[in-house]
T-cell receptor
Framework: DTGVSQDPRHKITKRGQNVTFRCDPI?????LYWYRQTLGQGPEFLTY????????KSRLLSDRFSAERPKGSFSTLEIQRTEQGDSAMYLC????????????????FGPGTRLTVL | GEDVEQSLFLSVREGDSSVINCTYT??????LYWYKQEPGAGLQLLTY?????DMKQDQRLTVLLNKKDKHLSLRIADTQTGDSAIYFC????????????FGSGTQLTVLP
């Protein structure tokens, strides 16, 4: 399977604990994105990497959140001191500059990691 | 910031056409996208339109773009039960061609 993969698929944790999620993008994709989706809403952008550089961060990404992509391949998203409001589906996506035209940015999404904070 | 709005629900009979609407407040004016999300599955790109076009047709799908009114629509002809899913429009906000701002999604239910 050459799609975007995420691990784990489900995570249940207690409030105050730290959690880390992993995303493996499609191998030739140099751009990687993290989004958060809550029930009944569309995905909300969190952050974006081009290769190993973190180029954009949303104001949603509080100090308790940190994302890395150390070698420009897989990425991790860590949430420290989890709160019940962090319960959501965390989606990873990747993309690669395409010939469809400047600015074309089809993003391929993984299945997500569902986080439940008790 | 960018605001993207969609109606939450749409119900149609099998064989009828479905029209899903989306309005946005701002855009970096490049490409606009429609994604589909089925239960237990990830988001998949359905189609897209470049901002200098007003219509794009792709088999059963027709995308209409009215830039003046900042209105995007997706028409599905001959809707099938397999089309039941949540449909999201996604727009790159001003100042970023990389991130996407998604609407809340329209739950399409196709009745037999």
């Amino acid at each position: 399977d050459t799609g975007v993969s995420q691990d784990p698929r489900h995570k249940i944790t207690k409030r105050g604990q730290n959690v880390t999620f992993r995303c493996d993008p499609i191998s030739e994709h140099n751009r990687l994105y993290w989004y958060r989706q809550t029930l009944g809403q569309g995905p909300e952008f969190l952050t974006y990497f081009q290769n190993e550089a973190q180029l954009e961060k949303s104001r949603l990404l509080s100090d308790r959140f940190s994302a890395e992509r150390p070698k420009g391949s897989f990425s991790t998203l860590e949430i420290q001191r989890t709160e019940q409001g962090d319960s959501a589906m965390y989606l990873c996506a990747s993309s690669f500059p395409r010939l469809a035209g400047e600015g074309y940015n089809e993003q391929f999404f993984g299945p997500g990691t569902r986080l439940t904070v008790l | 910031g960018e605001d993207v709005e969609q109606s939450l629900f749409l119900s149609v009979r099998e064989g009828d056409s479905s029209v899903i609407n989306c309005t946005y407040t701002d855009s970096s004016s490049t490409y606009l996208y429609w994604y589909k999300q089925e239960p237990g599955a990830g988001l998949q790109l359905l189609t897209y339109i470049f901002s200098n076009m007003d219509m794009k047709q792709d088999q059963r799908l027709t995308v209409l773009l009215n830039k003046k009114d900042k209105h995007l629509s997706l028409r599905i002809a001959d809707t099938q039960t397999g089309d039941s899913a949540i449909y999201f429009c996604a727009v790159p906000p001003s100042g970023s061609a990389r991130q996407l701002t998604f609407g809340s999604g329209t739950q399409l239910t196709v009745l037999p």
